[in-house]
């Protein structure tokens, strides 16, 4: 008999499959905004032009090679990535309790930090994640061992944070308990924590002896402000945790595929910074042996280059200004054709995502009716939008809600 035979057919992945639908739906009108990538109002892949600068760079060097990385990744790129989420001034920098490893992109990220943890952080099992979440919390924290737990975040009334049901759940939660904590513009549902929620996260979190796993897939992309997205991690850096940032460049520099990624680690000390350096690169060994090169290549030089720095400072600032117009004019739209209900958390939410509220019913009209492709909780990638089809988008919502 075969060795696989019992091996039970595994579901498909729910975006990519959604994608795939789209794709064979010879409908003229279809949209999809079910996936989480940046379009250009034309709807096309936007390549950022400072990266096409890089990449000439990267060309024009005849001393480049394709040797192996160092395990941990190239220095000056992880050590750019670190300060780009600590920020310039920040006490752990100075204090040379960072360190960070090379890793690909922010799934890989997540993995890594998630798999140190599960074999050497000793005050919990628990791992706490938000409800809703990215789904890929769950399954890489689940591959490692950890038992997943929910904390509460959306209050589908308000359409906004459930914050006190959220601190309830941190209070009750075993001391020492894991939290992953969206960095800025929360997926799926596009709701941040304000700065005074951030404080009161921060203050239970200390009370309790939580670790903040940060994880960090917008930053720049969000508000458009670097330090804007990166408030929440500093802020409790400021306060002196000892934390993990996992890091994606997949979003703020285009880079999807290049799978270009980073995990910071900020610890007590040097010596502990160092230590799980060295446990972090003994992990890497095994599972990777060395990070991909090509895409860590064009943010170190960008990072690294103050005039290519300030140009991906504007080039961030065209790709969430699109995607913050796009909220404000389906908002708009909504509003002119009297759509039954409230619209306002449309723009009130930051990021790629909006929650709209839509229920499978309606979302499943969307997709019969409308040919247009969003997840069944009633999620929209607001880049899948453009002023082409804001029209048609708006009065099928219009029609969906009636
Ligand atoms: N975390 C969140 C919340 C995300 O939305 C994403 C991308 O969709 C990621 C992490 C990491 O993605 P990647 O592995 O492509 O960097």
Known sequence: TSAFQTV?????????????????????NKINVGVGAFRTDELKPYVLPVVKKADAILFNDASLDHEYLPIAGTPSYTKAAAKLILGEGSPAIRENRV???QTISGTGSIHTGAAFLSQFYKKSRKCYISKPTWANHRNVFALVGFEVEEYPYWNPETRGLNYDA??????????????????????????DPTQEQWKGIAEVMRAKGHFPFFDCAYQGFASGDLDRDAWAVRYFVDLGFELFVAQSFAKNFGLYGERAGNLTIVAKSPADAGRVLSQLEKLQRSEISNPPAYGSRIVDIILNDPALYAEWKENLKYMSNRIISMRKQLYDRLIELGTPGTWNHITDQIGMFSFTGLKAPQVKV???KYHIYLTDNGRISMAGLSTKNIDYFARAVDDVVR
Do not use: R
């Not at 039970?8 to 003229?28: H, R």
């Not at 992953?180 to 549902?189: D, G, K, R, V, W």
């Open 99 to 101: 360190s960070a490893i």
């Open 366 to 368: 969307m997709k019969e």
């Open 166 to 191: 959220m601190i309830q759940t941190m209070q009750n939660a075993p001391n020492g308990s894991i939290f992953i904590l969206h960095a800025c513009a929360h997926n799926p549902t596009g709701v």
């Open 8 to 28: 039970p057919q595994a579901p498909a992945d729910v975006i990519f499959s959604l994608t795939a639908g789209f794709k064979a739906d010879t409908n003229p």
